[in-house]
């Protein structure tokens, strides 16, 4: 499909710019508002009603309200909702592709892959939904019957980031969904126009008034910090950078809330001698490239083995130069802009800082004239052990490659880092991957493979990437707590 100007501007008339409060569609209290720009050329797309602390209090009074009855809707209901909305997005996977694309950034042939991914949430909770259960059993001294179930935690503040401004939402909104709880979800100010053409489908799903609100702002702490202090808020489910993670758990800790945190990462990418270096380069492409490198999952450090780190180096060096940086509305672009000013000069800083200390850039190594905030994909190598672009996530289209010996070495350097979110590991022998499986420190691991994510498998880290999963069996129980009922015994007189 060609887009046209015409095309942009319809799509977004579409979009609602308002707040989503107990169902209808309405302006911020203050009447402020803020713009939402193209990160390729900065220029507005839309101006949205910017919401302040009165709103988040008028969001949370309608998902606490909404709860009791939300929590009662049969199973199947909540799951044939979720179903419906699975197939509004896929109808319409063409404006939510290009509508990611202009406000995030990414490549079109990327965001149509993230619809395909985000919907698959909305399919895959619309079958959990109906397979929440619990048990019924006899004590052990048979004198009394245990009932064991599973109960909705309540209202809900769903957090999410820039980056996958779709994909983010419907993995947190559908288990809540499916679960039963009510929501008031926060997007990103940067990317906030997915979520409410997404919030908008929901209603048209048959979504309830009041059981999902949406409250974007440029002031965040101030509405979303007397939310979690409330009494009636239940949940926080946070996807971003670890600081702001460690401060929500802080904050969080007051009212001992249930606290779901997708953090930082620092993906290690290892390499051994024995992979089939085409293969792993392809993997390293897919792993570092996706989302122009801006995501939790990211490869951030390349460890190859000392014998083939330089053609690994060379054949990766000309894939990553050769793909094409543009807008992501043109046919060409394989990698599209960064998100800001700000993330593109601290990913310069990064590679400017390896340089000095020694790093040799293979290919790229700075950014890209404007209009837009692009950097040219880049590959370094001869990086110092003690780099900072070794210890920090890049968020950006580089490779820094440093090089191992022995298994051992390989280890003990993916392991380096106080996060733990996802590593990728390349060899042909399966044992050597099933040891590397379990001594790495990571919640997620891509064995031979440099894109794991999928609804049906759990997503989350250990150490400082996060506490608990989304997606798989697993991401409905975050949405749940468990009830005891001690039923006397039936016999007795």
């Known amino acids: ?25 309405r302006p911020a209290g203050s009447g402020k508002t803020f713009d939402v720009e193209d990160p390729a050329t900065g220029k507005v797309l839309l101006s949205i009603s910017d919401a302040g602390a009165e709103d988040g209090a008028a969001a949370l009074d309608a998902a606490a309200a909404a709860q009791a009855d939300w929590a009662r809707t049969a199973p199947r209901e909540r799951g044939e909702i979720l179903r419906r909305a699975f197939e509004l997005v896929t109808e ?47 004590a052990p001294d048979g004198k009394n019957r245990l009932l064991v179930q599973k109960k909705p935690v309540g209202p809900c503040l769903l957090i999410t980031p820039w980056n996958f401004p779709l994909a983010m939402a419907t993995r947190k909104v559908a288990p809540a969904v499916a679960a039963g709880c009510t929501m008031v979800l926060k997007p990103a100010n940067l990317t906030p126009l997915t979520s409410l053409l997404f919030a908008q489908v929901m209603q048209e799903a048959g979504l309830p008034a009041g059981v999902l609100n949406v409250i974007q702002t440029s002031t965040a702490g101030a509405v979303t910090g007397p939310l979690i202090k409330d009494d009636r808020l239940r949940k926080i489910s946070f996807t971003g950078s670890t600081p702001v993670g460690q401060a929500l758990i802080r904050e969080a800790a007051d009212k001992v809330l249930r606290t779901s945190m997708e953090l930082g990462g620092n993906a290690p990418f290892v390499v051994f001698e024995d992979a089939d270096l085409d293969k792993a380069v392809e993997g390293a492409i897919a792993a570092k490239m996706r989302n122009m490198g801006e995501a939790c999952t990211a490869a951030n450090r390349f460890i190859v083995h000392e014998s ?6 060379e054949k990766f060096a000309a894939k990553i130069g050769a793909l094409t940086t543009a807008r992501g509305t043109e046919p060409e672009s394989k990698v ?55 210890r920090e996530e890049i968020f950006g289209p ?96």
Request: a negative charge; aromatic letters at 8%.
């Open 308 to 313: 083939i780190a330089d053609s690994f180096a």
């Open 398 to 493: 580089v490779a820094p490659i440093i090089t191992f010996s022995t298994e051992d070495d390989a280890v003990r350097l993916a392991n380096n880092t106080e996060y733990g979110l996802v590593a990728y590991v390349f060899t042909k022998d399966l044992n050597r991957g099933l040891r590397i499986s379990e001594r790495l420190e990571t919640g997620m691991l891509g064995l031979n493979a440099g894109v794991i994510s999928n609804a049906a498998a759990p997503f989350g880290g250990v150490k400082q990437s996060g506490l608990g999963r989304e997606g798989g069996s697993e991401g409905i129980e975050e949405y749940l707590y468990t009830q005891y009922v001690g039923i006397a015994d039936p016999y007795a007189d």
């Open 1 to 25: 499909m060609t887009v046209t100007v015409e095309r942009e501007s319809e799509l977004l008339a579409s979009v609602p710019t308002g707040l989503l409060i107990n169902g209808q569609w």
């Open 92 to 138: 319409r996977a063409e404006d939510f592709a290009l509508l990611m694309t202009l406000e995030m950034g990414k490549p079109l042939a990327e965001a149509r892959g993230e619809v395909t991914y985000g919907a698959e949430f909305l399919r895959w909770f619309s079958e959990e939904a109906v397979r929440v259960s619990g048990r019924y059993s006899a």
């Open 336 to 390: 599209g802009p960064l998100i800001d000013g700000k993330a593109r000069d601290g990913v310069h800083a990064l590679v400017s800082e390896a340089v000095a200390g020694g790093a040799t850039a293979v290919t790229g190594g700075a950014a890209v004239d404007g209009p837009g905030y692009f950097y040219q994909p880049t590959v370094l190598k001869n990086v110092a052990a003690d780099a900072r672009i070794l």
